[in-house]
Nanobody
């Protein structure tokens, strides 16, 4: 079993910053991709950013230049640095992990609210 513990969500004014963290523990094997998804009010869950074990990243067009994904393989932790936040970034943010066995895991979600 794998546990993903997210932290760092909260309420921030437009233009502000937050940093999300997600620590994985349990029967991990080797973690391949780690990612952040989000689901805004009345919207479908969407990919925000993804990072491979080797550090290759990809981002949704809407967050490029403002959000940065990174990871610490030794700590099995993925981060999302969020700068220049906009009200449309308001959502529940979910951590997502795929291990070398192909198993996929979701975190419980952390709320990010950006006020205008």
């Amino acid at each position: 079993q794998v546990q993903l513990v997210e932290s760092g969500g909260g309420v921030v004014q437009a233009g502000g910053s937050l940093r999300l963290s997600c620590a994985a523990s349990g029967s991990l094997f080797s973690i391949n991709n780690m990612a952040w998804y989000r689901q805004g009010p009345g919207k479908q869950r969407e990919l925000v950013a993804d990072i491979t074990r080797g550090g290759t990243t990809k981002y949704a067009d809407s967050v490029k230049g403002r959000l940065t994904i990174s990871r610490d393989n030794a700590k099995n932790t993925v981060y999302l640095q969020m700068n220049s936040l906009k009200p449309e970034d308001t959502a529940v943010y979910y951590c997502y992990v795929i291990n070398s066995a192909g198993s996929r895991y979701w975190g419980q979600g952390t709320q990010v609210t950006v006020s205008s």
